[in-house]
């Protein structure tokens, strides 16, 4: 939203599945920064669709509302971002105000909400809707806390957690159940490249839908293609000599029946499975690396009610 503005991503995650009760996830991502660049999707200033199905979907009056509530959530960021470097005795330099929140349909029904802050990349106050109250992650965010638990914020995140957000989630999930359940099969490469006397063996799979949660630390993160599927790679050091110890396991919920493609430099066997998207590459005594239950995945974000300022 410019200099010292907002930078608002809204992403729909979640899937039809063919089962019932399947989890379906709604997050809502909101960032500040004092000095944001060029590079940020902050020039247009309006809520936009990102998707054929969002944009057949909604109304205009829809998109509307939710450009009113981002310039006005744009307002009071800007003092948040002054506020938050009265705090930290900050007098200058690039800092970043973070928001998430959003809800989880559980497989039996039930659901989870989540509304947190952070500062400079790290954990600042989160709420708790069981107990209704701030947690404040560092000292610095004691004042804030106090403030909106005398301001009554509490209730109203409660309400939209418990109520709003699922059900703007189970709408979101009717309208996109076309595209959302779709599915693209990922193409996969393995490869080993020997150097300073250690093997780097390398899995790499694209071109793949829906995109699956992240959940491990040796991935180089699931990333979008320009054409609408994603695409991720995980490397692992070895032993030089060793690499027909390891095997590059590949699963996604596209692939009907597993496929063997030839691997690249090195031994490694590729396995593809069904029904979750997990990358892994495993050795001897299994070391494995695992994401969570895949397919929730999609596009745009639905009215959270105004942010409080600090």
Known sequence: WGRGGLWRLGLLLCAVCGAAGELHTLRYFQTAMTDPGPELPCTARRYV?????????????????????????????????????RLYNQSGGSHTWQRMLGCDILEDGTTRGYHQYGYDGRDFIAFDKDTM??????????????????GGDAERQKHYLEEICPQWLWRYVEHGKAELGRTEQPE???WGKEADGILTLSCRAHG???RPTLSDTHSGGIVPNSYGTYHTLVTIDAVPGDGDKYQCCVEHASLPQPKWPQPSLVPIIVRVVIPIVVIAITAGIGFTI?????????????????CRGV
Do not use: C
């Not at 009113?68 to 959530?73: D, L």
């Not at 004691?142 to 005398?150: A, G, L, Q, S, Y």
């Open 133 to 150: 109250t701030f947690t404040a992650a560092v000292p610095e965010a004691v004042p804030t806390k106090r403030k909106w638990e005398e």
């Open 188 to 190: 996969v490469r393995v």
């Open 208 to 210: 793949f839908y829906p």
């Open 49 to 85: 669709p990102r998707t054929e199905w969002m944009a057949a979907s909604m109304d205009q009056q829809y998109w509307d509302g939710q450009t009113e509530i981002a310039q006005s959530n744009e307002q009071k960021d800007r003092v948040s971002l002054v506020n938050l470097a």
């Open 290 to 306: 695992y994401r969570r239950h895949a397919g929730k995945s999609g596009g745009v974000w639905e009215d959270s009610g105004s």
